[in-house]
């Protein structure tokens, strides 16, 4: 299977391509995999995610922007399948930049569903995200919940799934899935994003700033949870359509509690920022779907958030040392 992953440099998609490369299940049943890591390389991504896989004979690496139609057609030549990962990402950038989220975010995703179906791919997969049904105060929303995003971000990532389901519609021999996260947590995010900022800031000894009350609750899952649906999803052939992906529902407190026991810190150290105006106190997904497809999420916040914190420990402390030289 030669599998296009747009985003391979960033967050989610660097951890997709370490699990559909190393998977030991791809080993046992010869259920090899080829990948293109295409990624243009903004703010939040870096090809370090992958360094460990940089001499890997099935991975190549293609530096290229989503809306450059010529670059997506040679990545695409023969490929069987896409993960779209490739995205503008911070909620709070979003409030600013919303022109480049359309950009990205929308027209990006037509540029690739084109070039993809133009290839003759057989799956694409899709990333939204849980945030396009909005603030959910009570319960949890099942995929045909209706959406309500409330930023630019989620707006755009809603327009992004409209795209999908009018491609769904008129190319039926196409199999489309759409996988829509809750928060993740792991290595190699970007530190704009509440994990990896915190633990660098507090590394350094710096205050961190907690937006209002703190009581906003997500669900967090570890990333490789989330790479592990998508293996999932790409090898059952009747998996199509929409799904959830959910974790453990915490308050950004319990959060920020656990990364300062990690750091040995307290709360003299959080210091209670005003939060941006559009801020949702709750998301909360139901995977009941996904579950039904022999999908179990294995890894628990309070056993990986050690080597979680401590990863983000050492980089800021390699930046450090780089900074001093
Ligand atoms: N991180 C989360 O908690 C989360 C939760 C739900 C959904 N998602 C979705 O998952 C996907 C991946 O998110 P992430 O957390 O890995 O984000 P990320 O910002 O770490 O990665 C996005 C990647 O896309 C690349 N990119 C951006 N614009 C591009 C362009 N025009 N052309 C080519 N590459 C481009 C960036 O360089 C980056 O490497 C996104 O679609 C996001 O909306 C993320």
Known sequence: MRILVTGGAGFIGSAVIRNLLNSSQQIKTNDCVQVIALDSLTRTGSWAALAELDSHPWLRFVTAD????????????????????????????????????????????????????AAGAQTFLHFSTDEVYGERLEGSSTEDHPFAPTNPYSLSKAAAEGIIVSAANQNAQVRFVVVRPSNNYGPWQFPDNL????????????????????????????????????????????????????????????????????TGMDWSYVDHVTGRATHDRRYCNDESKIMRLGYVRRRVFVEEIGQVVEHYRRRAQSQETLLMC
């Open 195 to 262: 994990i990896p900022k915190f633990v660098t800031l507090l590394a350094q000894g710096t205050q961190v700033p907690l937006y209002g009350d703190g009581e906003h609750r997500r669900c967090w899952m570890h990333v490789d949870d989330t790479a592990d649906a998508v293996r999932l999803l790409l090898h059952n052939p009747s998996a199509q359509g929409a799904y959830n992906l959910a974790g453990e529902e915490m308050s950004n407190r319990m959060v920020v509690d656990e990364l300062l026991r990690q």
């Open 66 to 117: 989503i809306r450059d139609a010529a670059a997506l057609q040679l990545a695409c030549r023969n490929i069987d399948a896409v993960v779209h990962c490739a995205a503008e990402t911070s909620v709070d950038a979003s409030f600013n930049r919303s022109p480049d989220f359309a950009d990205t975010n929308v027209a990006g995703t037509e540029s690739v569903l084109s070039a993809a179906l």
